[in-house]
């Protein structure tokens, strides 16, 4: 499926939790409502861009008929460990399968085995798996997300990104850890967090 764009991905996220708590899709107010927006125009441009990349149908000429596509994702890929502490270089293949047939996943969401304790203030520890989704604009992104960020010549980290004209400061959530300070194009964001797994068993 081609990718969605961050506003078209907030509205779908959006959509398909509402539908599946309510049984029936939101009126375009609603959708208003939630994505902030004074008028229709950007909900109904959002819908259609949706429509024709294959997350979503409806039926023409009737209300709240919108219907969520390949809504459930059967099992999320582990592709391998992520640093909270230093930086690691990632796997690149699948090394074990998450069954969430149960829960609602954006699609692409994957996962990565947390190593480190760089995380913890933000209840990130170690050996949890970060679920993660690719991110499409990376210059769109706002400031404090999670993210899973490559950088040039070290390997990859999980970090809040924040980003002040062409530098960006990676941050721990753990106090005895310093923020990693690069400049932009050393870095390449691979995803952010949608929700962490933690097995107690």
């Known amino acids: 499926m081609e990718p969605l764009t961050e506003a078209q991905q907030q509205l779908y996220d959006w959509l398909s939790e509402y539908i599946r708590q309510h049984q029936h899709s939101p009126s375009i107010r609603q959708m208003m409502q939630a994505m902030n927006l004074k008028s229709p125009a950007p909900i109904q441009s959002r819908l259609e861009h949706l429509r024709i990349k294959g997350y979503i149908e409806w039926t023409e000429g009737k209300a709240r008929t919108i219907r969520i596509l390949n809504r459930v994702q059967q099992s999320v890929p582990v592709l391998g460990a992520i640093a909270a502490g230093g930086l690691l270089e990632p796997f690149t293949d699948t090394v074990e399968q998450l069954d969430f047939s149960n829960l609602f996943l954006p699609p692409h969401t994957y996962a990565l085995r947390v190593v480190g304790d760089s995380m913890i203030e933000d209840l990130i520890t170690e050996g949890d798996l970060a679920i993660m989704r690719p991110v499409s604009e990376p210059e769109k992104l706002r400031n404090g997300t999670i993210v899973a960020a490559r ?35 050393q870095v390449q964001v691979q995803g952010m967090l949608v929700g962490v797994w933690r097995d107690y068993n």
Do not use: Q, S, W
């Open 151 to 185: 950088v040039d010549g070290y390997g990859t980290t999980l970090k809040r990104f924040y980003r002040r004209g062409d530098r960006v400061t990676l941050k721990p959530a753990n106090p005895k850890y310093n923020p990693i300070e690069v400049v932009a194009t």
